[in-house]
């Protein structure tokens, strides 16, 4: 009983230590959605987790156009609605930026010239003046209100247009895709070698495998660009294309990827492919009729690895692609608008959504094979 107990408290704790942990992650996702579709006069002046209560906004815009005046008897008048339409509540106005909330909503703020100033609650607003009105802009009108929760689409569709991140997204997936395909097609092919084939030397590639791994990426980017200029000039081929992205993260993925491929493949029942053998099947048929599909957790254990590092890589996308705006991808998009709208909260919310969309995307539909496979892949 007492072993029973313990059992069930560790269970508890650590159930609750991962609720904890998923809590911990989801939360700054789901404040950076519900930031990305905020109207931008309400993420400015208040935190995410204000979205769905009422907030008080010190605001100021101008009124019509003068041209739109209208006589009411021996008054010229200018009429609107501060919030054009949309829900909200006056509480103070006024016509100086010393002064913002001078007047309560619905009494009348005496101007010079005898012109006079009314807002109510409800956003409307006149100017009256014994003379017609002059100029060419609107008078100011300073305010305060209590405007009700706003949400909005118009954030993506400004950076999915004009912001030009629709284009570094396609730009994204052209480089990411292929360059999560190519590296599994060869892993796997070697994985297999190293794993069922007998061969000379075959201890001295897998060693060479495992050094690999802690070799860093940023050691190998020159020599690697220089050799992968030098051949596109010998073939005449210009060095700032998506081959060059694609071979790079190739050979950066690989030694990850035969390392998990290999350890996997090798923990498969080894009966099962000396059966195949006495029954004539040669290595290609083993590895596309039996092994491929058995392994298909750890393929798919790499698959989110690799996409997710191609995915948000900005090094290797600067250094194979440049800046060039036809071939920016979202990393390097995000990093311009950081410099250009930093200001601008809802454009980088929604920005960021976008990036992260396709990838949370990717790990949910693969997730309940990332355990397993790497479980398998690693313990050999």
Not at 225 to 236: M, T, V
Request: hydrophobic share 50%; with cysteine.
């Amino acid at each position: 009983m007492i072993t029973s107990s313990k059992r069930s408290l560790l269970t508890y704790l650590v159930h609750a230590t991962v609720l904890f942990l998923v809590v911990i992650w989801t939360i700054p996702t789901a404040g950076l959605f519900i930031s990305s579709i905020r109207d931008k006069d309400q993420l400015s002046v208040s935190g995410w987790w204000t979205a769905l209560s009422t907030s008080e906004q010190q605001l100021v815009t101008r009124a019509n156009d003068p041209s739109k005046q209208i006589q009411v008897g021996d008054k010229f008048v200018i009429q609107g609605n501060l919030f054009e339409g949309a829900p909200g509540a006056v509480t103070f106005f006024g016509f100086s930026s010393l002064e913002p909330a001078a007047f309560t909503a619905g009494s009348v703020a005496a101007l010079r010239n005898d012109q006079t100033l009314q807002v109510m609650e409800n956003g409307d607003y006149e100017f009256s003046s014994p003379t017609e009105w002059k100029g060419s802009r609107g008078q100011r009108i300073f305010y305060s209100a209590e405007v009700p929760p706003r949400f909005t689409l118009d954030n993506y569709r400004e950076v999915l247009g004009t912001e030009g991140l629709g284009k570094s997204f396609l730009n994204s997936l052209t480089v990411t895709i292929p360059a999560t395909i190519i590296p599994i097609l060869v892993a796997a092919f070697a994985a297999y070698a190293l794993a069922w084939m007998r061969f000379p030397g075959r201890a001295l590639l897998v060693a060479a495998v495992v050094g690999l791994l802690v070799v860093p990426l940023q050691m190998s980017l020159i020599p690697l660009l220089k050799s992968y200029n030098l051949i596109g000039d010998f073939f005449g081929v210009g060095s700032k294309t998506y081959v060059g992205i694609w071979l790079a993260h190739t050979g950066f993925g690989l030694p990850l990827a035969i390392y998990l491929l290999r350890n996997y493949i090798a923990g498969l029942p080894r009966e099962i492919i000396e059966s195949a053998r006495v029954d004539g099947a040669s290595d290609f048929d083993i590895f596309r009729k039996i092994v491929l599909p058995l392994s298909f957790p750890a393929l798919a254990s790499f698959a989110i690895f690799q996409f997710l590092w191609v995915w948000n890589d900005l090094l290797i996308a600067m250094v194979f692609l440049g800046n060039n705006a036809d071939q920016l991808v979202l990393t390097g998009q995000l990093r311009e608008l950081l410099g250009s709208r930093g200001g601008n909260w809802e454009i980088l919310t929604a920005s960021a959504f976008i990036t992260i969309i396709v990838p949370l995307c990717v790990f949910f539909s693969l997730q309940r094979f990332l355990v397993r496979g790497l479980l398998a892949g690693s313990v050999k």
